[in-house]
C-alpha cells in the first residue's frame, strides 16, 4: 500500500487531492489513513503559519466555499476501509489533517459521528484522531465532537501572544490567552502538539525557544495538564525559506522540562 503522501505541488505548497488518502507512515501516530475535509485547490485555514507545508493562507477563511458533503465523506471512507481490509492493511488511526483546519467543515461533527461508526464496524482497535489549530473550540458542536475522539490533538506553538502572532499568524481575531482558556475547558483530556522553531520571515525574527518563551508555554502547559505532549520541529518544507530545524538535543531538553510537571511527552524527530 502507498507510504508515501499523494500530493500535488502548486507554488504555494503541497496539498492533499483526495478526501481520503494513505495509509501514511507518520512519526506520531503510525500506519494512519488520513481524512482532508478542507478542498484540493486551496489551503482553508484559519492559521497561516510560517512552517505550514501546505503553504500560505491566502483564502479568507469567512469566505464561501463548496464543501464534500457528509455522505460522500462517509462513503468514501466506508470503500477506504473496505479496500484496506481487502488487502490485509490494519491502520493504527484514523486521522483528519488534510489542506487547513478539518472542524471548519460545516458537518464536521456529523462527519465525526459517521466516522465513529464505520470505525468500530471495520477497525474497532483503531484510533480516530483530529489535528486542530484550536481556533474553533467556542463552537460548542465542535467542542463536543473532539471531546468524543480517541485523540484530540490541539495546537501550542507559543508562550507569549506576540510570539504566537508572529508563528501562527491567526487569520481570524482571537489570542493565545483565548485559547489557552479553551484549552483548559478539556480539563486535561486532550494532546497538546507544539512546533519549536526559530528562523527569519521577512525582516521579523521568530523564536519560540528562548528561556523566556519556554517559561512561558510551560506554565500554559500546566495550567491545561494535557495527557500527553508531543514536541517535534518542521520537517517538511515551509513557505518560509530561512526557517531553522532546531537540534534533536534543544527538544529533548524542553521535553525533560514538561516532564518534570508530571506531564508525559514525546519528541517526534
Known amino acids: 500500500f502507498p507510504l508515501s503522501l499523494p500530493k500535488i505541488q502548486n507554488m504555494a505548497g503541497f496539498l492533499f487531492d483526495e478526501i481520503i488518502f494513505g495509509p501514511v507512515k507518520s512519526r ?4 494512519s489513513l488520513g481524512i482532508n475535509l478542507l478542498p484540493f485547490t486551496h489551503k482553508f485555514c484559519t492559521f497561516n503559519c510560517v512552517y505550514c507545508e501546505c503553504g500560505w493562507t491566502r483564502v479568507d477563511p469567512s469566505q464561501p466555499i463548496n464543501w464534500y458533503t457528509r455522505e460522500v465523506i462517509k462513503n ?3 470503500q477506504h476501509l473496505i479496500g484496506l481490509k481487502e488487502q490485509g492493511v490494519t491502520p493504527d488511526n484514523i486521522t483528519f489533517a488534510g489542506n ?13 459521528q459517521d466516522c465513529l461508526f464505520l470505525r468500530d464496524e471495520h477497525f ?30 490541539m495546537k501550542l506553538d507559543a508562550g507569549l501572544e506576540e510570539t504566537f502572532q508572529q508563528i501562527n499568524r491567526p487569520m481570524i481575531k482571537t489570542s493565545l490567552a ?8 478539556f480539563n486535561g483530556d486532550l494532546i497538546i502538539q507544539s512546533l519549536f522553531v526559530r528562523g ?9 525557544t528562548t528561556d523566556e518563551e519556554i517559561a512561558a508555554w510551560l506554565h500554559h502547559i500546566e495550567q ?11 520537517d517538511r518544507p515551509t513557505p518560509s525559506g530561512e526557517l531553522d530545524k532546531i537540534p534533536e538535543s534543544e527538544l529533548q531538553a524542553i521535553a525533560d522540562k514538561v516532564k518534570a510537571l508530571g506531564i508525559n511527552t514525546e ?3
Open 28 to 31: 506520531r501516530f503510525g500506519i
Open 76 to 78: 468514501s471512507l466506508k
Open 100 to 112: 487547513g483546519e478539518p472542524t471548519m467543515h460545516p458537518d464536521f461533527a456529523g462527519i465525526i
Open 124 to 153: 474497532p482497535k483503531a484510533k480516530l484522531t483530529v489535528l486542530t489549530n484550536s481556533t474553533t473550540l467556542d463552537n460548542h458542536d465542535i467542542f463536543n465532537a473532539l471531546f468524543m475522539v480517541d485523540n484530540n490533538v
Open 178 to 185: 483565548h485559547t489557552v482558556e479553551n484549552l483548559k475547558q
Open 200 to 208: 527569519k520571515v521577512g525582516e521579523t525574527i521568530i523564536d519560540n
Open 224 to 234: 491545561i495538564n494535557p495527557r500527553l505532549v508531543m514536541i517535534y520541529p518542521i
Open 267 to 269: 519528541v517526534y524527530y
